[in-house]
Each structure stands twice: as structure tokens, then as C-alpha cells.
């Protein structure tokens, strides 16, 4: 969204900028003989622009006095031509008249000006122009011209200078001028008009008072607003490019503040809403841990008993889960689920993928079935009969644990009397689905929430987007893992992997060979899985290869994974399919085709299927290069690490918090301005702030709220 326009004919549109927002009144264009509605009148030009505008979320003044520069242009000198050509790399400005001014053909279709000065000359080269471009900087023009110099084949030159036509000795602006996040049709200068009458309505209401500010040492909000949108000459140019101002920290420090009071307060909402109590950890749960064949790690223990003290409350828990891939968080959910049924209650686990949700539904009906738990199982690939089976078990309450998919939130779904709901791998929902699950109990209750993350968020991360959960993490592996070795291969190598994969098959082990992800063709990637399986069933003839992919009707998914399951096949060719949750212990060499379209986390995730018994397991990461800086880089992190944490630490880095948290982009439509790596120290105050507001002050709460948050707010509530 935070396009640039800043081109150089977006530039000359300026000049024609909206009447209305502007304050000069345009006639409607008598000439023109076609239907009103098509004539340019002020009215509805205005209110294009005003629709254009709310596009970028500017509707209220306070929306544009909020909309700050994403970065400054210093245009307060004029640098001689034989100057600016020796300073390499930097925008400069330079001034001259024009010499010549051509349309040339070769090596394309492109107008080239020239403009001289006393020192010397520069080629202007415009590859997009208008016609009118070529009169506007006729021979004798005066142009001021600014962008990056380079040397080219006609000497000193600049591709798509921002310009300006000016008269000899026009004042050149004294301070940086500001350049604004904008979107398609809308120009730089429209924004600045709107954003400068904006600013002379705006109640500059400061909602932190002087005392407060003073003891933040923050500085307060009107002069911050004003040195963001108009620089003052003498204002230190570094610390408001590199934002770190104390005007930029202002800001930085109210979104934080809003975005921590916005999601404290959902969460105190939520809270208000009753909960059934779910005090007994009784005979299931007893038998349950009575018989697991193996004891649960500390970091489980631990995880346990602040799930159980949540469940004791009568307000719902609302309790991410982290744990890294293998970590174990399965038989805590089943531990939590029984926890409910001991208490008479229905425990409902959803999974983002019907492989994922049947492995669950595997797993806990193995250890819970036995003890006499009565299941069911809903997906919405069952035949209807099935289905309607399945709602008659839940609607009655006769099944205690009901395992499925998104087919669990059909409105058609009424369970008796839920307790618990479970969400595994919570961010490939979104919020409103998970809530709608939340939603499956009777008037005015709430069931409690667990929601489970392999996908590990950095300490900073979590406390700002998640401060409306509270977090476990399980931060130790199962005892008797070997790490996994991590080797990086060039493709070209791949008769070399096919005989590991066979070597592997020989000494009685399964392997997973996962084929590229293809983003452009679903159907592309379809035939390299099928092409790959057949590839490998002929060079192994020995061994038997299984294939599963998306568009695998779910009968052949099942009996395809069930094969595997049971070494009845030992390779297992399948697309990403696999990613979440799979578990084969005997599986310990994993395969990855062209690894370097995948990001860290889902590599991560993939790399984590093997690793999971005593076995010594290896993942080969099969690349084609040339690699890409990042992709490299994201390589060498996974050779380098088996650690989810430092793996999500280094995604982050790699790809900054929007893009990492992606289902939670809410949570991100908060952050404009602040950055979770270096402004730590202020996310802690604002937190604290926080706190100490919704205790207090709940006017100040509003204002600030208000002001930060508006419309949006409502949105973020779900
Ligand atoms: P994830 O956290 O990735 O969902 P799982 O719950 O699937 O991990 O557990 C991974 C494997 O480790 C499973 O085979 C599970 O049975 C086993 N496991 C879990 N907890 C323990 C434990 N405390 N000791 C030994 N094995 C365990
Ligand atoms: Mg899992």
C-alpha cells in the first residue's frame, strides 16, 4: 500500500491538482457536448479524491494529521552539474536550461533533455512521458531537476528525474520535504494540501498529560505532529530521516500505546464474559498420564499446570501454546480435553487440514478411546450420512471429543455443552473463525481456548501482538532426539540424493521427498509431484513409493498416509500437504526440491516431520541456483540451526513482522511508525502505561483510542 508515486509525470499531474481540495474553484467544461455526469465538475472530482483518500484509511482530519511521511527529500540546495558528477550513488538536485530536447528511437522509444549550467551538463532520460512533456521543457526551459546522477553513454545522467519547470532564482524550499505513503492517483502535493488544511482543524487535544509526558521524558503531540509534516530548517535532518526524533518517538510511542490498550481491553471484555469452571482433574485425566507409555518433559509439566489453574476460572482462558515442532504440545491438548470431560463437558480440537486434523483425531482417540471417551469426527469431506451421524453424537452430547476441521464452525453444528475449544496451528485461522467456535456454547458463556503455534514468535512479538493472550511455551524437546542434520545441495546432484533415499530404504528407515512449491500453477506443481513419484518409483524399485498432494480425494489421502504410517510404503512423495503436524517416528531422512523458494518457517516446519524417534535423521535441502541474497541467507539459517526460536528470530529479521505474523494482520494494521527490534524500551512503556490507564483513567483510555484507533478499532475487537 505505501506505494510511491513520486514519478515524474505523477509530478506534472500535480500541477493540475484537485480544485476542491485545493480551494480553487473549477468551471465545468462547457465545451464538452457529452452527458453531465462525464463533465469534470469540482463536486464530483472532489469526491473521487475524498474516495481515492479513504482508500488509504484517510477519512477524518486526524486520519491525515496521523498520515506522517514515510521518508524526507532534501531539496533546500542546488548542486553545480560538475559537483554533482562527482558525488556517486545520493539523489542530487541540479539546475540548468534546456539545450536540447529529442525524442530518441534508440535503443527505444525514450525523450531525452538536456540541461546545462555553468559547470557543466546533465541528460534527463525519460523512458514513459507524455507528449506534452517534450513543449513543456522546449530549448530555453528552465528546469530544476532531482534524482540519482549516473554516468552513462552521454555523460552525466539521470532516468527519471523528479522535475520542476521554475523561473531563475525561484526560492528553494529551507527545509526537507516531506514524502507521504500514498496509493495509485494520488499525487504527493494532493496529500500535502489535504494534510496542511487538515492541520488547521484538528483538535490538538494532547491525551497524555504535561505530568505523564514528563516523567515518559516524551515530548508532546502537537509540536511532534507539526516537525513531522514541516521540518523546521534548523531540525536535526539525520535523526528525522533515521526517525528517531523525538517527535518520530512521540508517535512511536502513542500507536504502541494505542495497540496495547486496544488489545488489553478486548481481553477484559472477554474476560467479563462467564465461563464454566472446570475445576476436576479427575479419573480420565489420572488414567490418562497412569498410562502414557512415556513421562511428559518438565517444560509439558509446566505448560500443564497453567492450563489447569486456567481452567479452574469461571472467565473463559484465552492461551497460546508455543512449542516448537516435536515439542510435544499434542498430549498437552489431550491432557487439557480430558480435563473437560472429567468435568462433563464436550472438548473440541480444530486443525487447519483434514491430514492434520485426522493424525489428531489418530493419536487422541488412541489414548482417549480406550478409557472409554466416546469421539467423533467431522470434516467436510464426509458423506452427508456420515455428517448428520456425527451432529446427532455432538447436539446430544453423547461425544466427549469432537476432532475435525473448519467444518466444525458450520452453523449447522450445536454441541450440548462445550467447554473447551482447541485451535492447532491457531495462525492459519483467522481471528473471526476462531472466535465463531468460541461462540458454540450456551447463552451468554464462553468455552475456554486453547490455541496451539509451531510457529514460535519472538518474546517481542508476542507481548505486542499477542497482549490480549496469555502464552505457555514449551521450550524443551522429548528426550533421546538426535538433532537433525542439515545439508544444502545443488540440484544437479540429485542421483547422488536418490541414493540416499535408497540406502535409507535398504536399512529399514522412511523418507519424505517433498516437491517445490509452485506459487503461479496449482496444476504445475500437481504434475511435478506425480512426474517426481514416478521418477522415483522406477529408480527404487525396491522400495515402494507413495504420493499425496492437495487434489487427492480424501479416502486416497488416507490410505496413502496409512501406508506410510504403517511402512507399508517407505518414500512418501508429497507436496506441502505435509507441512503441519504429520508423525511418523520411523521417517528420518527428509528430501526438500528447490528449498529456496520456501520461506524458514514453512522449511521449519517440513524439516520437522523427521527428527521425531531415536533415530539419527537427515534433511537435504535441494537448491537450484543462482541463489538470491535472502534465499542464501535463509539456507544457511537452516543449515546453521534446529532451533524454532532462533529459526522465527531470524524470519522475522528477514521478512519484518507484517509478513511474518500473516494471518494476524490486524494486529500489524496497528504498527505504522514503531519497530519491534529497536524500540523495545518504549514498547515496555507502553505497556505499562497501559496497564495503569485501564485501572484509571478510562477517559483518557477513550480519547486515545479514539484518536489512534477510530473505525479501525471495531474491526480489531472480533
Ligand atoms: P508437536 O508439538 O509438533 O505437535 P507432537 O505432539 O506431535 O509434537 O509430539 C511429537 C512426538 O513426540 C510424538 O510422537 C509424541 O508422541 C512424542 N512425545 C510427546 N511428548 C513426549 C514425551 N514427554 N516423551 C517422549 N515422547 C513424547
Ligand atoms: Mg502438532
Not at 481540495?21 to 468551471?27: E, N
Not at 471429543?401 to 453444528?413: F, R, W
Request: hydrophobic share 40%; glycine share 6%; proline share 5%.
Amino acid at each position: 500500500m505505501a506505494a510511491e508515486d513520486q514519478s515524474a509525470s505523477a509530478e506534472l499531474n500535480n500541477t493540475q491538482a484537485d480544485p476542491a481540495i485545493a480551494g480553487i474553484t473549477a468551471l465545468p467544461d462547457s465545451s464538452s457536448k457529452k452527458p453531465a455526469k462525464k463533465a469534470k465538475t469540482p463536486a464530483n472530482t472532489a469526491a473521487k479524491a475524498s474516495e481515492k483518500l479513504a482508500k488509504l484509511g484517510l477519512r477524518k482530519d486526524m486520519d491525515f494529521v496521523l498520515h506522517l511521511p514515510m521518508r524526507y527529500e532534501d531539496e533546500t540546495e542546488i548542486v553545480s552539474m560538475r559537483d554533482a558528477s562527482f558525488r556517486g550513488g545520493s539523489s542530487v538536485q541540479v539546475e540548468g536550461v534546456v539545450t536540447e530536447c529529442d525524442i530518441q528511437y534508440r535503443p527505444r522509444r525514450q525523450l531525452v533533455v538536456t540541461i546545462a549550467d555553468d559547470s557543466g551538463q546533465v541528460v534527463l532520460r525519460f523512458l514513459n512521458f507524455y507528449g506534452n512533456q517534450t513543449k513543456q521543457m522546449a530549448v530555453g526551459v528552465r528546469v530544476r531537476a532531482r534524482g540519482e546522477l549516473r554516468h552513462g553513454f552521454f555523460g552525466a545522467e539521470m532516468v527519471h528525474p523528479h522535475y520542476k519547470i521554475v523561473n531563475e532564482g525561484a526560492p528553494l524550499p529551507t527545509a526537507l520535504t516531506p514524502v507521504y505513503p500514498s496509493g495509485e492517483g494520488v499525487p504527493q502535493a494532493l496529500l500535502r494540501k489535504a494534510i496542511a488544511n487538515a492541520m488547521t482543524r484538528v483538535n490538538w487535544h494532547d491525551t497524555l498529560s504535561p505530568a505523564r509526558l514528563a516523567a515518559l521524558h516524551l515530548q508532546d503531540f502537537e509540536s511532534s505532529i507539526r516537525i513531522l509534516h514541516n521540518p523546521p530548517p534548523d531540525v536535526d535532518q539525520h535523526s528525522l530521516i533515521e526517525r528517531e526524533h523525538p517527535a518520530w518517538e512521540r508517535m512511536k510511542f502513542d500507536e504502541l500505546l494505542a495497540q496495547q490498550l486496544s488489545l488489553k481491553r478486548a481481553q477484559i471484555t472477554r474476560r467479563s464474559k462467564g465461563a464454566n469452571a472446570l475445576p476436576l482433574v479427575g479419573e480420565l485425566s489420572n488414567s490418562f498420564l497412569l498410562n502414557l507409555p512415556f513421562s511428559l518433559t518438565k517444560a509439558q509439566e509446566k505448560v500443564l499446570a497453567e492450563i489447569r489453574d486456567d481452567l479452574r476460572e469461571a472467565f473463559p482462558m484465552q492461551r497460546l501454546l508455543q512449542g516448537d515442532v516435536g515439542s510435544g504440545k499434542t498430549i498437552v491438548a489431550a491432557l487439557a480435553a480430558a480435563q473437560a470431560i472429567d468435568n462433563g463437558f464436550q472438548a473440541a480440537l480444530m486443525a487447519p487440514t483434514e491430514i492434520l486434523a485426522e493424525q489428531h483425531f489418530r493419536k487422541i482417540a488412541a489414548w482417549l478411546e480406550p478409557l472409554g471417551v466416546k469421539t467423533a469426527w467431522l470434516t467436510g469431506s464426509l458423506k452427508k450420512k456420515e455428517k448428520d451421524a456425527a451432529n446427532a453424537l455432538i447436539t446430544s452430547g453423547e461425544a466427549q471429543l469432537v476432532i475435525g476441521t473448519h467444518a466444525l464452525i458450520q452453523d449447522s453444528v450445536q454441541f450440548k455443552k462445550l467447554g473447551l475449544v482447541i485451535v492447532d496451528e491457531q495462525h492459519r485461522f483467522g481471528v473471526s473463525q476462531r472466535l465463531n467456535l468460541a461462540n458454540k456454547t450456551e447463552a451468554g458463556k464462553v468455552p475456554h481456548q486453547l490455541m496451539m503455534s509451531a510457529t514460535p514468535i519472538p518474546r517481542t512479538l508476542a507481548m505486542t501482538y499477542y497482549a490480549d493472550l496469555e502464552v505457555s511455551i514449551i521450550d524443551e524437546l522429548p528426550p533421546g532426539r538426535t538433532p537433525i542434520v542439515t545439508r544444502v545441495i545443488d540440484q544437479n546432484r540429485r542421483d547422488e540424493v536418490i541414493a540416499r533415499v535408497q540406502a535409507a530404504g535398504q536399512e529399514g528407515k522412511q523418507v519424505y521427498w517433498v516437491c517445490p512449491l509452485i506459487e503461479e500453477s496449482e496444476t504445475l506443481q500437481l504434475q511435478t509431484a506425480t512426474d517426481t513419484h514416478t521418477m522415483l518409483a522406477e529408480a527404487l524399485p525396491e522400495l515402494k513409493v507413495g504420493l499425496v498432494h492437495g487434489r487427492l480425494k480424501p479416502a486416497e489421502k488416507q490410505a496413502t498416509m496409512e501406508a506410510f504410517i504403517r511402512n507399508d510404503s517407505q518414500v512418501l512423495v508429497a507436496t506441502t500437504v505435509i507441512e503441519v503436524g504429520v508423525d511418523v517416528p520411523n521417517a528420518s531422512l527428509m528430501v526438500i526440491e528447490h528449498a529456496e523458494r520456501f520461506g524458514l518457517s514453512q522449511l521449519h516446519q517440513l524439516r520437522g516431520r523427521v527428527g521425531r524417534g531415536a533415530a539419527a535423521s537427515v534433511c537435504l535441502l535441494l537448491y537450484q541456483g543462482p541463489l538470491g541474497g535472502t534465499a542464501k541467507q535463509r539456507l544457511a539459517t537452516m543449515r546453521e540451526s534446529n532451533d524454532g526460536f532462533e529459526i522465527a528470530r531470524k524470519d522475522l529479521e528477514l521478512r519484518g513482522p507484517g509478513e511474518f505474523l500473516g494471518a494476524r494482520q490486524s494486529g500489524e494494521a496497528m504498527l505504522r511508525f514503531a519497530n519491534l527490534e529497536t524500540d523495545q524500551w518504549l514498547v515496555d512503556k507502553a505497556r505499562n502505561l497501559a496497564d495503569e490507564l485501564l485501572k484509571n483513567d478510562p477517559i483518557t483510555v477513550a480519547a486515545h483510542l479514539e484518536r489512534w484507533l477510530g473505525y479501525k478499532e471495531e474491526f480489531l475487537r472480533v
